[in-house]
């Protein structure tokens, strides 16, 4: 009686343990989460951390989610979960200052008509209903953005995304970017004497990035950068005299982000030729641009006496050669695919295609304190050539093909490069021109203090490509009606909008990086099946060629009249076979059902591996765990029973011995 007792008061008082303990972590234990993934998945970064906690004002996030739909769209439940976590996540982080809202939208609610009008995308099912998963986020001030539709596969870039999303709403007015050039980007091509005859087309993606941004064209020469701006464009920097470029060491020094585009040869720059012989004309060479003691003091090279050729890459032209017409890859001029861009930089991991004339290539420098991150690199199948042979007049596709080296490494024609840098002017400011006027020299005076070290770890862009500017290398462009119609064929334009919207974020935005993915492959069941179809495609492949010729027999010799004769009855619908033919279909038949046979052991036999694993896999989470327990029960009530025993053995000793 005694004992059932105490059973029963340890189980209530573990009972009411377990009660007291939930109510407790409830009150005290609310924000408390412990990530387990390997990855960190649920993790927020410190940078995301850092842009909360600056947040001054209420945001408040609409999340639409067809939690119902989600379940007839294969992947949509589990991602749809992912992205749900991590906007708890982030408000939870956020110390109130986001307000999270799940609104599930039902079809022909008043909340899909919100959804729509907030510009979230739905995604049409098979019963056409619109699956929802977007966010819709608004300020105090009426500013607003959205993500119209959670990609899956942005997922690693996912934190990225929403912190990109919060950072935009936290800061008023547009990202301020000056550019720096040597392009005619704000008039066009033609140039100034282009101008004069009234004809202006700025470049598309100058005016795309005024669109955007709150655009300043800085003159050629400055003494100082202002520090206003979030971005500095360079895009062909000819001829920068020293203090411009002391100006441009000390934006970067004083934390200024960065982007250059510099060019070996720069085809856009080209002046037209003023001969009709270009060969004849000092004009017709392209000029080349560089930052050589910038890039150094930011640990990279761009070696101005070698361009990239790429054989895989090389744009496809028709020549005449050897009095025929010819189409052939000039593997100077690059057309660059998927494989060629960074798919962990949110910078290039959605590009699809981009093109490039003739670009240089980056190294990073030995023993430089900077990290070195590639975002655009060239094939396998690629080289460097001898910028002289490009200066004037461009060679033959074809002699330049076939004089090409390619070299088993891939080139890098644009990078991230970040981290502590030292000034490119450790002796300070360089010393002002005899010439000088009195308001040059005022402005002289007053310059800020020198920056000898970065104040923090510096942000830059570096390409080593301007022609990819030029409007003729990524999209078409037509007048109608006095408008201009541009259509896209590269990726051009996003390349630089992206990059410059990413360098103008806060440094908490540009640490951010791509992250782990929820949805873990199964690498050992591919790996199975992979070596499975390499012991088993060639004689699968092998009984279905078998088949298909014993069918075809076996329907050649059931058809009499295949070739063209009448057949025996005269066409009365009997036909007359004789025992040797009637042998041969039997055995035809018999052929096929043994090749059957044969065939479907050889598709079972792939499946093989890959269900044993599935059959181990049960077995553990359905039959071994319990076993284990199991077995350490009885191993448990095994060592209570001896130890029972020891004490009464004991016990007896002791009251014989008494």
């Known amino acids: 009686m005694t004992r059932n007792f ?52 209420p945001i408040r996030l609409r999340f639409f989610y067809s939690e119902k739909l989600a379940n007839d769209i294969p992947g949509a439940q589990a991602y749809s979960q992912r992205v749900r976590d991590m906007l708890k996540e982030f408000e939870a982080r956020a110390d109130g200052k986001l307000i999270l809202e799940i609104i599930d939208p039902q079809p022909f609610s008043e909340e899909e008509d919100e959804a729509l009008a907030l510009g979230i995308q739905g995604l049409e099912t098979g019963g056409g209903d619109k699956f929802f998963l977007g966010l819709a986020a608004t300020n105090m001030i009426d500013g607003q953005d959205t993500i119209p539709f959670f990609a899956q596969d942005r997922e690693q870039f996912l934190e990225y995304d929403l912190t990109r999303l919060i ?3 936290s800061t008023s007015g547009l990202p301020k970017v000056g550019v720096l050039t040597g392009l005619p980007l704000d008039i066009g091509k033609g140039g100034v004497e282009s101008m004069m005859r009234g004809n202006i087309k700025p470049f598309v993606l100058y005016e795309q990035m005024r669109e955007f941004y709150d655009v300043t064209l800085l003159p050629k020469q400055f003494l100082q950068v202002d520090k206003g701006l979030d971005v500095l464009v360079i895009v062909h920097p000819d001829n920068l005299d020293l203090l411009t470029r002391y100006a441009i060491d000390q934006f970067v020094m004083r934390g200024g982000r960065v982007i250059a585009f510099t060019d070996p040869v720069s085809e856009v720059a080209k002046p037209p030729a003023k001969t ?42 028709a020549v005449d050669y050897l009095g025929e017409r010819q189409n052939v890859a000039y593997i100077a001029w690059l057309g660059l695919g998927e494989t060629a861009f960074n798919a962990e930089d949110p910078v290039t991991a959605d590009l699809s295609y981009m093109t490039f004339a003739m670009p240089g290539f980056l190294t990073p420098l030995e023993g430089a304190t900077t990290r070195f991150t590639p975002l655009i690199s060239s ?20 002699d330049l093909l076939r004089d090409f080296e390619p070299t088993p490494e891939t080139y890098t024609i644009a990078a991230r490069i970040s981290g502590p840098a030292a000034s490119a002017f450790p002796a300070g400011p360089p010393p002002l021109p005899d010439e000088a006027d009195d308001v040059l020299r005022e402005t002289y005076a007053a310059l800020p203090a020198h920056v000898a070290q970065s ?6 862009i570096a390409v080593a490509d301007t022609d990819m500017w030029d409007d003729g290398w990524w999209v078409q462009s037509t007048d ?8 896209p064929t590269a990726d051009n334009g996003n390349f630089v909008l992206g990059a410059i919207e990413n360098m103008a974020g806060s440094n908490d935005l540009i640490s951010l990086r791509s992250r782990a993915k ?8 591919a790996e199975l099946l992979a070596n499975a179809e390499s012991r088993y495609l060639a004689e699968e492949q092998r009984l279905e060629q078998e088949l298909k010729q014993t069918e075809a027999r076996l329907a050649q010799m059931e058809r009499p009249n295949a070739g063209g004769m009448p057949p025996p009855d005269g066409g009365a619908g009997q036909s007359f076979l004789s025992s040797e033919q009637e042998q041969e279909i039997a055995r035809a038949r018999a052929q096929i059902a043994q090749t059957r046979s044969a065939l479907r052991e050889v598709q079972r036999s792939l499946r093989e591996d890959v269900d044993n694993l599935a059959a181990t896999l049960r077995f553990i989470n359905i039959g071994l765990m319990p076993l284990i327990v199991a077995i350490a029960a009885l191993l448990f009530g095994w060592i209570r029973r001896q130890r029972r025993k020891h004490r009464a053995r004991n016990a007896w000793l002791e009251e014989a011995n008494q």
């Open 276 to 317: 009709k012989n270009p060969l004849a004309s000092p004009d017709a060479t392209s000029p080349s641009s560089e930052l050589a003691d910038l890039y150094q003091s930011w640990g990279i090279a761009m070696d101005e006496n070698l361009v990239v050729g790429d054989r895989k890459n090389g744009l496809r032209v």
């Open 455 to 460: 104040q923090s770890p510096i942000n830059v």
């Open 167 to 169: 950072t935009k709403l």
């Open 480 to 487: 109608f009606r006095g408008q201009r119609i541009t259509v």
């Open 518 to 525: 929820s949805n873990r492959p199964f690498t050992v069941v």
């Open 6 to 57: 105490s059973a029963i008061a340890a189980l209530l008082l573990a009972g009411t343990l377990f009660f007291a303990v939930n109510l407790l972590s409830n009150a005290t234990l609310h924000s408390a989460r412990f990530d387990l993934t390997e990855d960190r998945l649920f993790t927020l970064s410190a940078g995301t951390l850092n842009t909360l906690a600056k947040l001054d004002e």
């Open 379 to 398: 094939s396998a199948d690629s080289g460097p050539i001898e910028a002289t042979l490009m200066l004037r007049r461009a060679p033959n596709p074809v």
